[in-house]
């Protein structure tokens, strides 16, 4: 960053009341998002009748969620304890805010990917039927899935290499003015966006594409409305994680430019941003609704009761039910 990064005196003074209530409102967004994230997940582990690696993908899915909002939650709730705390009393270490972007980046990274890996699962499924991929074949693939998130954030815990900083002694933001190798920072930072966001989501758009496309060419199976879901159900995650792809570019952008006001735009892009992936599983998978339904009103199944097949719910159609 250069100088204009820095919140200058017209600027909205962040040491203040109203920095403290917009950051415990973007707490309250992510606690409530992680909520519904963590039950959900209870929820798909309970849908016996859904393929169990795809029940991994899905999880994996919300799991990264969870990491890139604790790392959002971290930084808000500070701020808002700081605020608190007055300007006279000690700031936290500067290397504590390197920690909560490098948690952030990693889960933002592993978001697309994890989406990425439920999409070729999608496909492999339609292609090869539903045992084409086995736990094993999951549980490698995830364990990949995160190293490449880890390995392409370590760069923000680099001194020298990266630097951050409480602005105005309360907010958590990258700072260039104190980067010593600021092009090495320049580039990371490009290697990150690249293999952390533009390709996974190239995957997550081409796949949903190709697997419709495969259907709708080849010759009609018994399985055709399972994998149609599938196809449906991929295009629509693809959708919530084009808005998850702007809720952590954003605040990447605004890292360039920031004075107070882009702070408030990068929080609030950064804590909204968790709220469409469950919101789209839980409209559009049936079973998740079913065991949510029993979760919360405690009911349990007979003794001879059959698991329900794994369906969607497309919302606003008349054909409200296909199987999976």
């Not at 991994?56 to 500070?78: D, E, R």
Request: glycine residues 8%; proline residues 6%; hydrophobic residues 50%.
């Amino acid at each position: 960053m250069n100088n204009t990064t820095l919140p200058q005196e017209s600027d909205r003074p962040l040491d203040s009341p109203g920095f403290s209530a917009y950051s415990i409102l973007m707490a309250l967004i992510i606690l409530v998002a992680g909520v519904a994230m963590g039950v959900i997940v209870v929820a798909i582990g309970r849908a016996r009748s859904t393929p169990r690696s795809l029940q991994l993908f899905l999880i994996n899915l919300l799991l990264a969620g969870l990491v890139m909002g604790l790392g959002v939650l971290f930084i808000v709730g500070t701020s808002a304890v700081l605020v608190g705390m007055g300007p006279k009393q000690p700031r936290p270490p500067r290397y504590l805010c390197r920690v909560y972007i490098w948690l952030f980046c990693v889960g933002s990274a592993a978001r697309p990917w994890s989406l990425a890996a439920f999409s070729l699962s999608v496909l492999a499924i339609v292609r090869f039927g539903k045992k084409s991929i086995s736990l094993l074949h999951a549980a490698v693939i995830i364990t990949i899935l995160w190293l490449v998130p880890i390995i392409t954030s370590l760069f923000i815990m680099l001194p020298y290499v990266y630097e951050a900083q409480f602005v105005q002694g309360v907010a958590c933001f990258p700072d260039d003015n104190n980067t010593v190798f600021i092009q090495a920072r320049h580039t990371f930072t490009a290697i990150w966006v690249t293999v952390g966001g533009l390709i996974p989501m190239t995957v997550n758009i081409a796949v949903p594409i190709i697997c419709l496309c495969y259907i709708k060419k080849n010759t009609v199976t018994e399985d055709v409305q399972y994998r149609k879901g599938l196809s449906k159900l991929s295009l629509f995650l693809m959708l919530g994680g084009a808005i998850n792809m702007v809720g952590q570019l954003i605040p990447g952008i605004v890292a360039y430019y920031a004075a107070a006001p882009g702070l408030y735009i990068a929080y609030g892009f950064a804590s909204i941003s968790l709220l469409p992936t469950p919101i789209i599983i839980i409209a559009y998978l049936k079973p998740v609704q079913e065991q949510l339904k029993k979760m919360f009103t405690c009911s349990v199944s007979t003794a001879g009761a059959k698991d329900s097949t794994w369906t969607t719910s497309t919302p606003g159609s008349n054909e409200t039910e296909e199987k999976l």
